[in-house]
């Protein structure tokens, strides 16, 4: 099997892509893979870094705003989505795939056009509860549309072939243990709060967890484990300010980048962070409470209607961005920590969303569209 893969510009739209081929190239070890991503794009590194043939075109998104700078720049997007189609259609004949998966952004649009154009079967893979713009347009041309969870066939055209696949959830996170992580972290009994709010760190939840995070290293009450990300640096020195030496207590576990997820994530009684699809996936796989902070400044706010999937099936609690304070925080954390029947509660709800054989389902699409396509 020859396969393209298009996606990118965030790691939600290039993890998924590189999860499911590389359980593609454990299933079918000799299946031919090229992924296609956008020029100056993070997939220019981590694809190949994760060990798969890359080439690129050069794609860009439309700016909402109206000012010159923006319609200039809007031209010069409508130009490159032409020049992008032509340039995918020639790396398509020339690798000569049997289909195509796009898992979402401003690059999967003109490669899974190209690969329709040319007769190419497409599939779609969406992360998110509400899908994004490329997906969105391309869904009625598609093969099959995998869908992360139910709540996003309802944003998207009637009379697509649906599937509800889920996102791919890394094995370590599907086998870590709490009682055995814990143990591992040199935790005790007290309750445990993971929070991050990505790689590189977010202001505004970082200067709300601060307070929690200061008031634990006086009260003792809770163990914390914080990411506080590449550009966060300053947290402990906020912390400090508040009245708490995060050097001086051993309850307190803060760093700025979490290297053993699966660890941290079992061991945790509630997790505060963002809602990228991926996470929510793992949250749920782990059955974990946790308290959304969806971040405002992605497309389509996507991450909005992730987190509401969850309030909505009463497995977790939202806060959104221009409501964060520390004080609000802190009152959701407490009141799920010290209510058993919530904990307990919110534990089942996210638990029953998840779907742990993701990779199945999702390889069973592609084997299914590559034998009807050569029937």
């Given at each position: 099997?020859?396969?393209?893969?298009?996606?990118?510009?965030?790691?939600?739209?290039?993890?998924?892509?590189?999860?499911?081929?590389?359980?593609?190239?454990?299933?079918?070890?000799?299946?031919?893979?090229?992924?296609?991503?956008?020029?100056?794009?993070?997939?220019?590194?981590?694809?190949?870094?994760?060990?798969?043939?890359?080439?690129?075109?050069?794609?860009?998104?439309?700016?909402?705003?109206?000012?010159?700078?923006?319609?200039?720049?809007?031209?010069?997007?409508?130009?490159?989505?032409?020049?992008?189609?032509?340039?995918?259609?020639?790396?398509?004949?020339?690798?000569?795939?049997?289909?195509?998966?796009?898992?979402?952004?401003?690059?999967?649009g003109p490669v899974l056009k190209a690969a329709n154009e040319l007769g190419?079967?497409?599939?779609?893979?969406?992360?998110?509860?509400?899908?994004?713009?490329?997906?969105?347009?391309?869904?009625?041309?598609?093969?099959?549309?995998?869908?992360?969870?139910?709540?996003?066939?309802?944003?998207?055209?009637?009379?697509?072939?649906?599937?509800?696949?889920?996102?791919?959830?890394?094995?370590?996170?599907?086998?870590?243990?709490?009682?055995?992580?814990?143990?591992?972290?040199?935790?005790?009994?007290?309750?445990?709060?993971?929070?991050?709010?990505?790689?590189?760190?977010?202001?505004?939840?970082?200067?709300?967890?601060?307070?929690?995070?200061?008031?634990?290293?006086?009260?003792g009450k809770y163990q914390h484990i914080h990411a506080y990300g590449q550009?966060?640096?300053?947290?402990?020195?906020?912390?400090?300010?508040?009245?708490?030496?995060?050097?001086?207590?051993?309850?307190?576990?803060?760093?700025?980048?979490?290297?053993?997820?699966?660890?941290?994530?079992?061991?945790?009684?509630?997790?505060?962070?963002?809602?990228?699809?991926?996470?929510?996936?793992?949250?749920?796989?782990?059955?974990?409470?946790?308290?959304?902070?969806?971040?405002?400044?992605?497309?389509?706010?996507?991450?909005?209607?992730?987190?509401?999937?969850?309030?909505?099936?009463?497995?977790?609690?939202?806060?959104?961005?221009?409501?964060?304070?520390?004080?609000?925080?802190?009152?959701?954390?407490?009141?799920?920590?010290?209510?058993?029947?919530?904990?307990?509660?919110?534990?089942?709800?996210?638990?029953?969303?998840?779907?742990?054989?993701?990779?199945?389902?999702?390889?069973?699409?592609?084997?299914?569209?590559?034998?009807?396509?050569?029937?």
């Amino acid at each position: 099997m020859r396969v393209i893969f298009a996606g990118g510009g965030t790691a939600g739209h290039i993890n998924p892509a590189l999860a499911i081929a590389g359980y593609l190239k454990e299933k079918q070890p000799d299946t031919e893979i090229l992924y296609i991503g956008n020029k100056g794009g993070m997939e220019e590194r981590l694809v190949p870094n994760a060990g798969f043939k890359f080439t690129s075109i050069h794609v860009s998104g439309f700016k909402r705003s109206m000012s010159p700078k923006a319609l200039k720049a809007n031209i010069q997007t409508v130009c490159r989505a032409v020049s992008a189609t032509s340039a995918s259609k020639k790396i398509i004949k020339e690798f000569a795939p049997d289909l195509c998966i796009g898992t979402g952004g401003y690059v999967s649009g003109p490669v899974l056009k190209a690969a329709n154009e040319l007769g190419i079967p497409i599939l779609i893979h969406e992360q998110n509860a509400f899908p994004g713009v490329a997906n969105k347009m391309l869904s009625k041309k598609a093969d099959a549309v995998m869908l992360a969870i139910e709540d996003a066939r309802k944003h998207m055209k009637e009379g697509c072939n649906f599937v509800v696949t889920g996102n791919p959830v890394r094995r370590e996170i599907l086998l870590a243990n709490k009682m055995q992580s814990r143990k591992e972290l040199g935790l005790d009994e007290r309750p445990v709060v993971l929070s991050f709010g990505g790689s590189l760190g977010a202001q505004r939840v970082n200067e709300a967890l601060a307070y929690i995070i200061a008031r634990s290293g006086k009260d003792g009450k809770y163990q914390h484990i914080h990411a506080y990300g590449q550009y966060g640096l300053w947290f402990p020195d906020l912390v400090k300010k508040l009245g708490t030496d995060i050097s001086k207590c051993s309850n307190l576990d803060i760093r700025e980048y979490i290297d053993n997820m699966p660890v941290c994530l079992a061991a945790a009684d509630v997790v505060v962070c963002r809602a990228g699809a991926i996470t929510i996936s793992e949250i749920q796989a782990q059955g974990k409470p946790a308290v959304f902070i969806p971040s405002p400044n992605v497309a389509e706010n996507h991450q909005y209607h992730n987190a509401m999937a969850l309030v909505n099936k009463k497995a977790g609690e939202i806060i959104e961005e221009s409501e964060l304070t520390g004080e609000l925080l802190a009152e959701k954390i407490d009141k799920i920590v010290s209510d058993k029947d919530r904990l307990a509660q919110y534990s089942e709800n996210a638990r029953k969303m998840a779907i742990i054989d993701a990779n199945e389902r999702i390889y069973k699409v592609i084997t299914d569209t590559y034998n009807k396509s050569h029937s």
